[in-house]
């Protein structure tokens, strides 16, 4: 065998809904275990508990979940591993949030009010029911590169404003049934167990989401037996994954974010760093110029094989929950 191969990276994301009453102190250690093992990524604390995704060796990987599963309830902290062929993030950042998935909503509890898990396995059938109202929960950007067979669309630009979507089109979406039956999904988990909360706290009774998220889904189901079409965006440098979580096919768009498909590479809007076909007619002249300047000064480290301080493939997209 050859040791001297380069091994894959091993990419953690995980959350849990808990309470936690110490979030500096907690940060301060979680982000020095991190560093001592020298992982990269975001990890997000709040008095709602913890959500985030790393990377890193497995072995590190593997220290820093121990830690964050020593943490108050947190002991069956569920998490989903893929491997990536480089490091998905330069940086690791700790931060303390006022919500660890911001819906901005008073009194939500996906703890004691959560609809119902249902198991990858068991998903299909659910969503295959005529009489089923499936939602996903996720952004109009992450939707555009790939969703399940027969969802419905929110078109939200924000998780914040998935409650006013569904209190304008809870009549319309739910006015056929004396007892509807709605189900939800987002990329692992997180939004779904907090929009299921929100349902049921809006009265809607049978309420169910996937388990894992369309992560789990991706690694369970066969590519064969899936009623998932297209690739899953994910929040690091892999941009999308497909089934077995393979990495997809698309690239981001380093001055707004959102992901590219081959052809929107081909747009003559398109300009590495500085805008695509979607954001070109969103920023001002001055604007991509100066966006113009930090890819030069990006690609000029990269080629000199230093990191950018200011480099924006490193960056999280701006203002947007996932998972």
């Given amino acids: 065998m050859n040791h001297s191969l380069p091994q894959p990276v091993s990419v953690a994301a995980l959350y849990r809904f808990t309470s936690f009453v110490d979030c500096a102190s907690m940060r301060a250690a979680l982000e020095s275990v991190c560093r001592e093992q020298g992982v990269c990524g975001t990890l997000l604390l709040a008095p709602e508990g913890i959500n985030g995704t790393i990377a890193g060796p497995s072995r590190r990987i593997g220290r820093v979940l121990d830690h964050i599963?020593?943490?108050?309830?947190?002991?069956?902290?569920?998490?989903?591993?893929?491997?990536?062929?480089?490091?998905?993030?330069?940086?690791?950042?700790?931060?303390i949030k006022r919500e660890i998935v911001t819906m901005g909503e008073p009194g939500i509890d996906p703890r004691v009010s959560a609809g119902t898990y249902v198991e990858a396995p068991e998903w299909n059938a659910l969503i295959s029911d005529p009489d089923t109202i499936v939602i996903d929960t996720r952004n109009d950007y992450e939707v555009a590169v790939g969703s399940f067979e027969g969802a419905i669309d929110p078109k939200i630009t924000s998780f914040r404003d998935f409650p006013a979507w569904f209190r304008r089109e809870r009549?319309?979406?739910?006015?056929?049934?004396?007892?509807?039956?709605?189900?939800?999904?987002?990329?692992?988990?997180?939004?779904?167990?907090?929009?299921?909360?929100?349902?049921r706290q809006e009265g809607v009774e049978e309420v169910y989401h996937?388990?894992?998220?369309?992560?789990?889904?991706?690694?369970?189901?066969?590519?064969?037996?899936?009623?998932?079409?297209?690739?899953?965006?994910?929040?690091?440098?892999?941009?999308?994954?497909?089934?077995?979580?393979?990495?997809?096919?698309?690239?981001?768009?380093?001055?707004?974010?959102?992901?590219?498909?081959?052809?929107?590479?081909?747009?003559?809007?398109?300009?590495p760093g500085v805008s695509c076909g979607a954001c070109h007619c969103e920023r001002t002249d001055e604007q991509r110029a100066s966006y113009r300047e930090r890819h030069r000064q990006e690609s000029l480290a990269a080629a000199q094989g230093r990191a950018h301080v200011g480099d924006a493939r490193l960056a999280p997209p701006t203002g947007r929950a996932g998972k």
């Fill in 171 to 199: 009549e319309r979406l739910l006015s056929n049934s004396s007892r509807p039956k709605v189900v939800m999904f987002c990329t692992g988990g997180i939004r779904c167990e907090k929009s299921t909360a929100f349902l």
């Fill in 210 to 271: 996937l388990k894992g998220g369309i992560l789990k889904y991706l690694e369970t189901i066969p590519k064969g037996a899936s009623l998932w079409r297209g690739e899953c965006f994910v929040f690091d440098q892999r941009v999308t994954i497909g089934h077995d979580l393979a990495p997809g096919t698309h690239a981001l768009c380093h001055a707004c974010r959102r992901p590219l498909s081959e052809q929107d590479l081909a747009s003559s809007l398109y300009e």
């Fill in 69 to 95: 599963r020593g943490l108050p309830d947190c002991a069956d902290l569920e998490v989903k591993l893929s491997s990536a062929a480089t490091m998905p993030f330069h940086r690791m950042k700790v931060r």
